[in-house]
């Protein structure tokens, strides 16, 4: 089945410092992919979607130039957190959709758990 | 704006009994997509079952099955012979068709989740 592998699973770092997130669809390409985060006990929340060869579209109250999307592959997304501040600290996830089947559902990954001293 | 509420924050059950999880919807769209989601402690988004909007049979998927009424704007998860691995959060989550996707490409509109607990 189509596996979406998240890395790293687990990061801390330090307030101030940037943090990159990658997403990869392993054996399928994906020109769409979603970045969710998650609080602990709350629901995801969609941040952004990433279209390859494209600019990503933010949802509202997202900052653009905090959380950067870059989607320069048919396989790989990244989200970086600029200057991540501990209220940046959440669990983030990422999902693709397999190319020419728009109708199919999202593949997940394991997520990334982000901490910010 | 399409909405999803799951009303239930926190079901037990009893493990081989059957359990059932509530979800409603809003929308004014026709074609969609309803799913159920299952986080276990490791946070990975597993798929339990899916539903076409233009469907009127109910989806099933081994123990899982749900009930949807599509005039009521419901979507209700019944999970047969609970199991102790079925222990999670629980999500309900709705998409538009494709036909529809617009500026939304696709993604998944979740509800708050409902914490499944399962007594041995």
């Known amino acids: 089945g189509a596996v979406v592998s998240q890395h790293p699973s687990r990061v801390i770092c330090k307030s101030g410092t940037s943090v990159k997130i990658e997403c990869r669809s392993l054996d399928f390409q994906a020109t769409t992919m979603f970045w969710y985060r998650q609080f602990p006990k709350q629901s995801l929340m969609l941040m952004a979607t990433?279209?390859?060869?494209?600019?990503?579209?933010?949802e509202q109250g997202v900052e653009k130039d905090k959380f950067l999307i870059n989607h320069a592959s048919l396989t790989l997304s990244t989200l970086t957190v600029t200057s991540a501040h501990p209220e940046d600290s959440s669990f983030y996830i990422c999902?693709?959709?397999?190319?020419?089947?728009?109708?199919?559902?999202?593949?997940f990954g394991n997520g990334t758990r982000l901490t910010v001293t | 704006a399409q909405t999803v509420t799951q009303s239930q924050p926190e079901m037990s059950v009893q493990e081989a009994e059957t359990v059932t999880l509530s979800c409603t919807y809003d929308t004014s769209e026709s074609d969609y997509y309803l799913f159920w989601y299952k986080q276990p402690p490791s946070r990975q988004m597993i798929l339990v079952i899916r539903?076409?909007?233009?469907?009127?049979q109910n989806a099933t998927e081994n123990r899982f099955s749900v009930n949807f009424q599509k005039a009521a704007k419901s979507f209700s998860l019944k999970i047969s012979d609970s199991q102790l691995g079925d222990a999670a959060m629980y999500f309900c989550a709705y998409r538009r068709g494709y036909m529809n996707y617009g500026g939304s490409q696709g993604n998944l509109i979740f509800g708050k989740g409902t914490k499944l607990s399962v007594k041995p």
């Open positions: 539903q076409e909007a233009y469907k009127q």
């Open positions: 990433s279209n390859e060869g494209s600019k990503a579209t933010y």
């Open positions: 999902s693709a959709r397999a190319a020419g089947r728009e109708n199919s559902p999202l593949h």
